[in-house]
């Protein structure tokens, strides 16, 4: 079975087929966040969500490059900035500060590029030039807006009908737009805030133009996959795909993934509802590993439900598969087992019917019937869930061990091998670091 992945674009599951030629490299874009506050279980879902996609195309064995970026001016960041009296670079810094802190817990795999806002301007400033001189911009007493209705397919992935969006849409006192729909590429400077020069005068970038800039200009062109919350479908993805196939004059990105909210009450979390549990919070109470097994149990596309509840079902269920770890002994593999989990993720990335493949091997070592810890901790490595466990090392490993040290000392080379060989007879591995021998278990 290949790999299915929901396209947002089409509505339907379809065939994963990169667009390198060699069928060998994905490039995969996701939206990062808005480093104005502490991160919180909401962006802890989207990350891991993703964190699990890279891992598994890795584990299918193709080479992907990652990247998130930053958005580090913004109306939020610029208010909260005055609000703490901080400066707005020191303000943002802070948070992604935190952000790294927070996912490196979750264990989830830095990005390859973290391209920042601030950082790209001249990029920025190129791109909105050429949606200029495509004829697809214009220039407003210093604002620089993109014409919505000159591009044809406005509305294919949000499937919006652009007449109704009209009737919803209002223009602000101080914009000068031809439409009502049309939206900011390039915004005049106010009084106070942070401002670059451009050929239209001094302002920042909109809200959209980042993503598109940053994205082709790491990629270069069409690529594989772009992902972020589903919050982000209209209209931040929507935009990015007007402005950047007006400048392309091809597809963007050929798979949109956009994962579900996280709800409290069936409420989606949110900063603005006051709702949101921070994961500094959390982590005080719970295994951030604990934290990162709930967030598996529920389809990415659905939405998850937070309770304290949930997190102490996956509490236990985690234990028991770090349990199940702690009890083999054996180095077996089971193919059978992995096939079935690769038949799960194969399917849009099903990762409760993954988690219960685990736990089905995890019950079979439990019982004694197979003991393939091997497959087990794979398959978790698969998913980025850190089994840990500390394993009890018998007397006759510890002693062994320091006869080889004392043999090492000698420069008795040909013992210490013979030693070696007996320790891994017993099940068991002896790395030499710095710090002295690591007994680790076969």
Not at 155 to 169: E, F, H, Q, V, Y
Not at 338 to 344: A, H, I, L, R, Y
């Amino acid at each position: 079975m290949s790999l299915k992945i929901h396209n947002t674009l089409s509505g339907k599951k379809e065939e994963f087929i990169p667009i390198d030629k060699n069928g060998k490299i994905v490039n995969m874009y996701v939206c990062g966040i808005t480093p104005y506050d502490e991160v919180h279980l909401g962006h802890a879902r989207c990350y891991v969500v993703f964190d699990v996609i890279r891992r598994y195309l890795k584990y299918k064995g193709y080479t992907v490059k990652y990247i998130q970026n930053f958005t580090d001016i913004d109306d939020k960041i610029i208010n909260r900035s005055l609000e703490a009296k901080i400066p707005l670079n020191e303000l943002a810094q802070k948070y992604i500060d935190d952000y790294f802190t927070q996912m490196r817990k979750l264990n989830i795999q830095d990005a390859d590029v973290y391209p920042r806002v601030t950082q790209k301007i001249p990029d920025i400033i190129s791109f909105i030039k050429k949606i200029i001189d495509n004829g697809y911009g214009y220039v407003a007493a210093g604002d620089v807006y993109f014409s919505v209705r000159k591009f044809k397919d406005y509305g294919k992935l949000s499937k919006r009908n652009i007449d109704d969006l009209k009737i919803g849409a209002r223009v602000l006192s101080e914009e000068n737009k031809n439409d009502p729909l049309d939206f900011a590429l390039w915004k005049k400077a106010k009084d106070g805030e942070p401002s670059w020069d451009s050929p239209w005068g001094k302002g920042r970038p909109g809200w959209h133009i980042e993503c598109s800039a940053m994205s082709l200009g790491e990629f270069g062109g069409t690529f594989d996959i772009h992902g972020g919350g589903q919050d982000l479908i209209f209209p931040h993805h929507e935009n990015e795909i007007a402005q950047s196939e007006a400048t392309l004059g091809k597809p963007f990105v050929k798979y949109w993934i956009h994962n579900g909210f996280v709800t409290i009450n069936k409420e989606k979390m949110s900063k603005s509802l006051g709702n949101f549990f921070t994961l500094r919070e959390i982590f005080e109470k719970y295994d951030p590993m604990v934290v990162r097994y709930m967030l598996l149990t529920q389809h990415y596309r659905q939405p998850l439900d937070f309770s304290e509840d949930k997190l102490e079902q996956s509490k236990s269920a985690y234990q028991r598969i770090v349990n199940a770890v702690r009890k083999a002994n054996g180095t077996k593999e089971d193919n059978l087992i992995e096939q079935k989990f690769v038949s799960c993720m194969d399917d849009d990335f099903n990762t409760p019917q993954a988690l219960a493949v685990i736990h089905n091997l995890s019950d079979k070592i439990f019982e004694s019937k197979i003991d393939s810890v091997k497959t087990l901790l794979k398959l978790c490595d698969v998913l980025g869930l850190v089994v840990n466990i500390e394993i009890e090392i018998p007397d006759i490993i510890k002693k062994l061990t320091e006869q080889r040290e004392q043999a090492r000392k000698e420069k008795n080379w040909k013992l210490a091998d013979e030693i070696r060989n007996k320790i891994r007879e017993e099940g068991f591995e002896i790395e030499d670091t710095k710090l002295g021998p690591k007994i680790k278990k076969l």
